[in-house]
């Protein structure tokens, strides 16, 4: 340990302090031997210097156990100048990485503050293109507000003309339930004309053929009143006959009209 300038004082008093006392001794020797008459005149003085130096002893002791127990609490206060100089260098040390740690930081600040600014444009950019695009969605909307009107209109409209469609095919169905019937119906009078085509050519002409032959017979080969009877006979049955056939023809002919009007009616 390194002595301080309170240890360099002390010594130096104590040095200066012995020098005298030394010098004093020296001077008192030499007047001892020199004046022997004086020994016991200054035998007394050399008690007291004694008795001076003996204090003066007891002093430097006194002064030593000082300084030793000064030298002991500058060498504690040395150690704990030590402790707190090494503390202060971790501390210096700590503080220059905390310093590197903000400057660290306040660069990322700077740059988390420029891309706070850029990051502000971008916002206010979109915010202006979000405003374009609302007034864009506005117009849109409308658009689609008028197009589905139009599409209400047109669908009410398609449904108008299914509607009509479907009167159409119904009113369809009926004229070909019609046309089916009356087709039936005319099947029905084409064949009603055949059969009486039918039995005119062959029921009404057979009473006629044979009212001809009986009324030849007459005429070339009749010799008894018998035989005009018989003649005659056959001539009225074939007579009523045809009689007969015509009422029947009369009343198919009354029938088939009837359908025909049922048909013209419907």
């Known amino acids: 340990m390194k002595p301080t300038k309170e240890q360099d004082i002390l010594k130096e008093s104590i040095a200066l302090m012995e020098t005298k006392l030394a010098r004093k001794l020296i001077l008192a020797n030499k007047k001892s031997v020199s004046k022997n008459e004086e020994i016991e005149i200054n035998s007394k003085d050399l008690i007291l210097v004694n008795n001076e130096l003996g204090l003066q002893y007891k002093e430097r002791g006194i002064l030593t156990a000082e300084l030793i127990l000064a030298n002991k609490n500058l060498a504690f206060q040395y150690e704990e100048k030590e402790k707190r100089a090494s503390e202060l260098v971790i501390a210096n040390i700590e503080l220059a990485y905390q310093n590197e740690e903000k400057e660290k930081r306040a660069s990322e600040l700077a740059i988390a503050n420029h891309e706070l600014v850029f990051q502000n444009e971008e916002k206010e950019k979109r915010a202006v293109e979000l405003i374009i695009a609302n007034k864009e969605l506005a117009f849109q909307k409308l658009e689609k507000d008028i ?10 409209k398609l449904i108008f003309k299914s509607q009509e469609r479907e009167i159409r095919k119904a ?19 084409v064949r009603g004309l055949e059969e009486m085509m ?15 032959g009986f009324s030849n017979i007459l005429d070339q080969s009749i010799n008894s009143p018998d035989d005009l009877k018989k003649a005659i006979a056959s001539i009225k049955e074939s007579a009523l006959t045809l009689d007969a056939f015509t009422r029947e023809l009369t009343t198919f002919i009354c029938k088939l009209g009837r359908k025909g009007n049922n048909k013209k009616g419907k």
């Open 198 to 212: 039918f039995m005119t050519s062959h029921r009404v002409r057979q009473p006629i053929a044979n009212i001809i």
């Open 147 to 156: 197009r589905s009107s139009e599409l209400i209109v047109a669908n009410k």
């Open 171 to 189: 009113e369809l169905k009926i004229l070909n339930r019609d046309l089916k019937i009356a087709e039936e119906n005319q099947k029905e009078y």
